[in-house]
């Protein structure tokens, strides 16, 4: 099949496009890079199964030839990117959105919306499944994101009941793995970068809050099952293993042997105390459930950063033969630390 991947220069849409190119599909990737990374997609730059479109899909979403499938990827997701891009964020999640709906309506063909965990804000129910509508703050610095993506189902949904498209919704749980932005201001990559570096771990606040951490490559096994079916959803993919980000960090020092110190830091406002996806739906309706461990997940994403070209391998060498060097401060902070006063 053909498949528009919006978002396809990104993490999980470059991953996607792999994933699809490798069974044989072909790919069209639409992508600004305003915040992806052309690196991401270099390496199928050469394969005739796949095609580039340089675009901003809140403007225009053209596609040559036909469209079979469509995946909406497309939207800042980091907090620190979409804090910065609030009124681009709105508008892909919004205007991007129907310009992707638009498309996968002309050429009938499936639809599959990335939403999120988000859309259940700083949830009241835990865990969460996809009957839950959410707690979420209209106009909190967040509300650019979570507003949009809940934008973004209800105007999918009304492209299925009004124009018979034939949508799916996900929600994606937070997803870390290979291709991550070093300095994408996520916990995964920070941690993992900062331990590499020698530097402090960043916990913001008392680092009890929790997360439930999807390895990258179950996730898009996830996107492509559903690509596949013609489930309606919403469905909740992530792997409900729930950790606070302080075990978090707590791993990511022992998976590097990093002697670096965990620095408190204030809580960003809003920022959800608790997520932990119910997959009973995923596995019902799509036969899916993740399969990589935070263990053998968090190792391979610290392989990768360790193997790229920016002196994190010399790093990693270091720790792990025991030479400091300097790259790792001499004084370990034990986990449970007094938060220092921020
Ligand atoms: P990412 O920032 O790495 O990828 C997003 C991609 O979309 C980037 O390549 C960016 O350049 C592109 N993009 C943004 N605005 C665009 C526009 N107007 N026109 C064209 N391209 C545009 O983020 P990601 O982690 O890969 O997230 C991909 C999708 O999955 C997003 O929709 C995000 O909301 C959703 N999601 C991700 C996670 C996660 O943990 N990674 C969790 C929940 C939801
Ligand atoms: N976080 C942290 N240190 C960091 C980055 C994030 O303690 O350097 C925390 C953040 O406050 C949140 C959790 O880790 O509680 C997950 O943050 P992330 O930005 O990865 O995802 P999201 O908040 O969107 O779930």
């Known amino acids: 099949m053909r498949v528009a991947v919006t978002g396809g220069g990104g993490f999980l849409g470059s991953h996607l496009c792999e994933a699809l190119l490798r069974r044989g599909d072909e790919v069209v990737c639409l992508d600004d890079f305003s915040t992806g990374d052309p690196a991401n997609i270099t390496p199928f730059l050469g394969n005739p199964a ?10 225009s979403v053209g596609v040559p030839g036909t469209v079979d499938a469509v995946a909406h990827l497309a939207s800042p997701a980091s907090p620190p990117d979409y804090l910065g891009r609030p009124l681009e964020t709105l508008a892909v999640g919004s205007r991007g959105t129907e310009n992707a709906l638009r498309l996968a309506t002309q050429h009938d063909a499936r639809f599959v919306l990335a939403s999120t965990s988000e859309v259940y804000g700083d949830p009241e129910v835990h865990p969460q499944d996809e009957t839950y509508w959410g707690h979420v703050n209209p106009i909190g610095p967040r509300s650019v994101y979570d507003e949009a993506k809940r934008f973004s189902e209800a105007i999918t949904q009304a492209y299925r009941t009004h124009c018979a498209t034939n949508t799916g919704i996900i929600r994606i749980f937070n997803t870390y793995g290979p291709r991550m932005r070093p300095h994408d201001g996520r916990v995964v990559s920070s941690f993992v970068v ?27 096994r996830g996107i492509v099952a559903m690509l596949d079916h013609d489930e309606p959803g919403p469905v909740n993919l992530g792997n409900p293993v729930e950790l606070t980000v302080l075990e978090l960090a707590e791993r990511v020092l022992t998976l590097t042997g990093s002697r670096a110190e965990v620095q408190f830091h204030p809580l960003p406002v809003d920022d959800p105390t608790r997520r932990r996806p119910v997959i009973d739906r995923a596995f019902a309706r799509l036969g899916w459930i993740p399969e990589t461990g935070i263990e053998e997940g968090l190792r391979r994403t610290v392989d990768w950063f360790a193997a790229r070209p920016d002196g994190f391998t010399a790093a990693l ?20 630390a007094t938060p220092a006063a921020s």
């Open 50 to 59: 796949f095609t580039l479109v340089r675009t901003d899909v809140s403007r």
């Open 194 to 220: 900062q331990a590499l570096a020698g530097e402090p771990l960043t916990v913001y606040g008392d680092g009890k809050q929790t997360r439930s951490f999807c390895y990258v490559d179950d996730l898009v």
């Open 317 to 336: 060498a270091a720790i792990r033969g025991g030479q400091q060097d300097g790259v790792v401060p001499a004084r370990p902070r034990p986990l449970g």
